[in-house]
């Protein structure tokens, strides 16, 4: 077993130091009688020198190093697999968290950034009809440490793969800069751990992420919305809409019954993120659903007097399916129609296509779970 093997490795008695806050590790220093002060310290170590023991640094009192090496285990969390696009680079990583089940990320490398999308759920409850994760049903929420688990493996895999970053033309240095809540789950079903995971995203001592750089993806949950916003009421939303049309909607997402659509758009509006920076709406088109000029004008109707940036997602293909993408001519006859009524507007072709890891695409099948 290979050294980050031994330390990933789940000990289901121990804490993941990966779930503290700068405030619980202060906390935890004052127990074990040192300075809270340590905590910097300690997440320095694990966030930008990536050590696997961070209680080993110099300079941490001898009984809190015993005590973190005794309590808590690093993630949890290992890389069971990994499968890299021969198109973009980007690479599709099976995860393997603690009580065995899995989930899926990808990382996904652009001019001068490196992006990663993170699961938030093992499999998905909201049955949206495009997506694979959402055939698989709920199995449960993940917790902070799991999530921030995802970012600090890939970027140990980032570390360890210099030829990944010299291919890309990308600095040695280079880690993760972005991070968007878009594989597998409905981030908004499990907001305490989302939130708590991008408190430590931002962490100043830790990955120092900004805020603006992390988007959390949702179908529309309200409830979970609200809680998310008590603890970031400045987080970055992206709002999957896929259909301006009620009725419709309902089908492509059966969440719309629970919170249409209309009434989130009325709550959106009113925050202030949306005046100050605007909204990301996302719409996965799909022939002969949902792609007429129709339904171009419902979503521009929809969207009146809004501050909007919509990105249109041409369908990934999912296995069996009677769904498919728009041709060409479609896609942008529908883009131009938004075009022209005068929002910002962009067909976005996902990437990892080819390794099943675009947008809908993620899945673990019961078998490998
Ligand atoms: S699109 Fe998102 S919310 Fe819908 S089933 Fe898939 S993972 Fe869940």
Redesign the pocket.
Known sequence: MDVLAQITESKPESASFLGLTIEDAGQLCVKSGASPIHARDLFRAVYKDNQLKPWERPGIPKKLASDLANGFQLTGLRIHSENQSRYDSSVKFLIELGDKSQVEMVLMPEAKRITLCVSSQVG?A???IF?H??RMGLTRNLSAAEIVGQVWLANHWISTHGDWLLKLGLPAHQRISNIVFMG???PLDNPEAVGKAISILIDPFGYNLAKRKISVST?GHMDGLDRLLRLHPDVRLAI?VHSAFDHERSKI?PINRRWPLKDLIAKLKDLPTHKENGLLLQYTLIAGVNDSTDHARELIRLVDGMNVKINLIPLNPVGPSRLSSPNVDRLEAFRDEIYRAGHRVMVRYSKGQDIGGAC?QLVVSQKDA
Request: proline share 0%; hydrophobic share 30%; charged share 5%.
């Open positions: 998905c909201q049955a949206c997506c994760t959402g597998m789950g409905e179908a999957s997402m809908g």
